[in-house]
T-cell receptor, first 110, second 112 residues
Framework: GIQVEQSPPDLILQEGANSTLRCNFSDSVNNLQWFHQNPWGQLINLFYIPSGTKQNGRLSATTVATERYSLLYISSSQTTDSGVYFCAVERGFGNEKLTFGTGTRLTIIP | DTAVSQTPKYLVTQMGNDKSIKCEQNLGHDTMYWYKQDSKKFLKIMFS???????INETVPNRFSPKSPDKAHLNLHINSLELGDSAVYFC???????????FGPGTRLTVL
């Protein structure tokens, strides 16, 4: 099956800092989503971004499908950004499933 | 107005028991899923239903049986619970064209 690797596995930053999270995948995809799991366990969908760039407030994401990677940018980090960020991909050949990466644990220190 | 809800939120039970987790979505989505998140936070799909029809069944022991009475509900019944079943189980739903997935709050199952 498709492999999804995320880096770094852990990231500790001061409040106000910027960060870049990376997702590499081993095959062509037609679906890529970024999720945030907050410290209470809730999984929130951040972006659907199989290609191109999207922005939502302080968060933005870019996927370069031809080079098989996606980046999630968080600017001016806040403590509420803490949690685990997951990338998930799907190849899309009928009845496919989302395969999740192992996540990046982000801790924002006040 | 919860979009995807699950009950119960916590479930503590003894080995060998049978338990069920219920999921409901009010988003009008066609597809619903069950995921298992282990202690290392790894998320893996277990089942997917589209309009009450099973479309994905990963390599899951047949002690796990999903049931979809209608497209807004997907329940998970687990027979003869084992220690290794302890995990957080998430329900999710999605709809074309993007299949953006919306997750429920999770059910933390602890088998003693």
């Amino acid at each position: 099956g498709i492999q999804v690797e995320q880096s770094p596995p852990d990231l500790i930053l001061q409040e106000g800092a910027n960060s870049t999270l990376r997702c590499n995948f081993s095959d062509s995809v037609n679906n890529l989503q970024w999720f945030h799991q907050n410290p209470w366990g809730q999984l929130i969908n951040l972006f659907y971004i199989p290609s191109g760039t999207k922005q939502n407030g302080r968060l933005s994401a870019t996927t370069v499908a031809t080079e098989r990677y996606s980046l999630l940018y968080i600017s001016s980090s806040q403590t509420t950004d803490s949690g685990v960020y997951f990338c998930a991909v799907e190849r899309g050949f009928g009845n496919e499933k989302l395969t999740f990466g192992t996540g990046t644990r982000l801790t924002i220190i006040p | 107005d919860t979009a995807v809800s699950q009950t119960p939120k916590y479930l503590v039970t003894q080995m060998g028991n049978d338990k069920s987790i219920k999921c409901e979505q009010n988003l009008g989505h066609d597809t619903m899923y069950w995921y298992k998140q282990d202690s290392k936070k790894f998320l893996k799909i277990m089942f997917s239903y589209n309009n009450k029809e099973l479309i994905i069944n990963e390599t899951v022991p047949n002690r796990f049986s999903p049931k979809s009475p209608d497209k807004a509900h997907l329940n998970l019944h687990i027979n003869s619970l084992e220690l290794g079943d302890s995990a957080v189980y998430f329900c999710a739903s999605s709809t074309p064209p993007t299949d953006t997935q919306y997750f429920g709050p999770g059910t933390r199952l602890t088998v003693l």
